[in-house]
């Protein structure tokens, strides 16, 4: 009797463990070892206007362009003014349909805008149905999930900070997701944090109207930390 209920006991965590691994998210370095293998990737990148206009897209298109000639089709479909909750109604429109490889991800900080009156925890459950949906359709794709820039209250009246008093708890839902699921997390927002606190007059010429960072600022914060995930993940993929 010992022996058959330590063999139901092994039965048991051999099927919890195959359930495990089979839930994994896929790894990133998947889309750099199919670039290198000569397959061609599509890249999506998902948000508000954060995403639509900032330049850290541009760069990115431009990365993938030089460093994989022709073998990337990017495509930016960011909604500027727009949150989780268009976010997950366009997602087959704006994202499945183009059956993307690579997927990045952020509406935290349109999510936390007052004008919204959106919970947290619906913003919670928006971008895990965006995930879910995503992994539906394809569970090879890989998503990467972003916080991105905090606003202040510029001069033109724009009160972009003041409007998104639960911003940190927004960006937390992509945190816990990151942290659960195991996927990459680009956190832009602890580093244009420190540099309001530690450097307000270059933030403030970084983010000149309170909501959206200059080109300048962009790539000098924002795309950075995605480059340089970007650099390990394809170097991990050798």
Known sequence: MPTLRLLSVFCALSILLTGLIHAAPPAPA?????????????????????????????????????????????????????????????????????????????????????????????????????????????????????????????????????????LELFNDNYRNLARDQGLPLLDHYAAWKKLKETDPKTYQSYVPDGTHPSAKGSLAVTWPTIKAWLEATRASAK
């Open 30 to 166: 998947t889309v750099f070892r199919n670039l290198n293998d000569g397959k061609k990737q599509t890249v999506v990148v998902y948000g508000t206007s954060l995403t639509h206009g900032g330049a850290w897209s541009k760069a990115l298109k431009e990365w993938f362009a030089a460093e994989y000639p022709d073998k990337v089709t990017f495509i930016n479909s960011g909604g500027p003014g727009q949150n989780s909750d268009w976010g997950l109604a366009n997602l087959k429109a704006k994202v499945l349909n183009h059956h993307p490889d690579l997927v990045f991800v952020e509406f935290s900080y349109n999510d936390a805008h007052d004008k919204f009156k959106m919970p947290v925890e619906r913003g919670a459950e928006n971008l895990k149905k965006i995930v879910d949906g995503i992994r539906a359709e394809n569970p090879a794709t890989v998503i990467v999930l972003q916080t991105m820039n905090i606003g202040w209250d510029a001069p033109n009246g724009n009160r972009s900070q003041s409007v998104r008093p639960q």
